[in-house]
Structure formats: structure tokens, C-alpha cells
């Protein structure tokens, strides 16, 4: 059974820097295929998607977020760390993290988590 | 990069009705599309991959169809529990994209 978990902080300040941590178990990032992104979505608006790690570490931006974005892996704990920079009150979201395989759509998504910005 | 325009932005439909959804990608995408639901305060569900297969366990009224620049998803009679925001997405390019939603509400 694949399930997958983000955490991290739920408030942070403006200009701060966001850590986020998705840990995952059912699947192992060594395997050929395999892929984790994070997409967010702002309350009451739509889906965005913003960065994916592959198994061979492959890794992928949303265009308008490149700048501040990195994503890692650590295969030993089974875990992926998303960090953004220079947080804004518009990166208030809920952040998701998802199994992607192959190169493919997301298949198996977290619960979410709700990161606010403000002073 | 690749947009995705999805319409209508929202739809009022009744129980029994048949409804699409439409997508279209600013440039060729082949079959890399999906299809999501998305409940309130729920993570979003995966009901169509490869643009026209159906994910297991989703019921067989959800269809997918297209290839190229314009897809679409089709219900085919509503159920209750259909009424919910729809998105796709396109994983052909170096970055996915999602479409901006589809609110599907009751008539």
C-alpha cells in the first residue's frame, strides 16, 4: 500500500524560507520509474504544480517558480524535501506531494498541508 | 511551456444529466493527459490516465477521449456524488500543467 505524508511548518514569516518534507512508504525511490512531486493550491483556487524528483534524479521546475525552488531526496528514509524561498502571503496553500511513475500523472497523493504567510 | 485551457470554468447540471469537460493544450501533447476529482478539503483523485483509460475502481459513467491538443472527459448519467472540481493535467513536457478547473454544481 502506497501512502504518502507532507510536514512542516504551518505558518511562516514573509521572506522566510519554506522546508517541507513529504515521507513516503509502499515504494522506494531506487526503483526505475519512480517520481515525486509537490503540487499547492490556494484556498478556493486551482491546482499548481511545482517540482518532481525522479529515481535517477531527475529533477523538474515549474517555470515561474525555478528561481526559488530545490528539491532533494534522501531514498535511505524514504523522504522528499521541497525548499522555497522568499515566502510571500501569495504562497499561502496547501501543499501536496504525489507519486508520479514513468514520467506519468500522479497516481497516489498525500493529505496535504496547509502553509500560511504572514507576519 | 505548455498551457492548459479548461472549460467551462463551471457547470450547474441535474442527476442523470451527461456533462463534458473540455481541455486543450497549447501545443501537441499526444495522449499525456489525465483527469482528476477533487472533493472539498480532499487531495485530488486520479479518474482518467493516458488520456482515455479509466482508472480502477473509478465507475465506468467517467470517460476519456483525445489525443494531440483537445481532450475531453464525459459523464455519462450524474450521480450525487460527481458534484465536485474537476482538473486535467498534462505531463508531456519537461513541466506539467494543470487545467484552471472545472466547479461542477448541482442544477
Known sequence: QITLKESGPTLVKPTQTLTLTCTFSGFSLSTSGVGVGWIRQPPGKALEWLALIYWNDDKRYSPSLKSRLTITKDTSKNQVVLTMTNMDPVDTATYYCAHSYYYGSFIYWGQGTLVTVSS | ?107
Open chain 2, 1 to 107: 511551456d505548455i498551457q492548459m485551457t479548461q472549460s467551462p470554468s463551471s457547470l450547474s447540471a441535474s442527476v442523470g444529466d451527461r456533462v463534458t469537460i473540455t481541455c486543450r493544450a497549447s501545443q501537441g501533447i499526444r495522449n499525456d493527459l489525465g483527469w482528476y476529482q477533487q472533493k472539498p478539503g480532499k487531495a485530488p483523485k486520479r479518474l482518467i490516465y493516458a488520456a482515455s483509460s479509466l482508472q480502477s475502481g473509478v465507475p465506468s459513467r467517467f470517460s476519456g477521449s483525445g489525443s494531440g491538443t483537445e481532450f475531453t472527459l464525459t459523464i455519462s448519467s450524474l450521480q450525487p456524488e460527481d458534484f465536485a472540481t474537476y482538473y486535467c493535467l498534462q505531463h508531456n513536457s519537461y513541466s506539467y500543467t494543470f487545467g484552471q478547473g472545472t466547479k461542477l454544481e448541482i442544477k
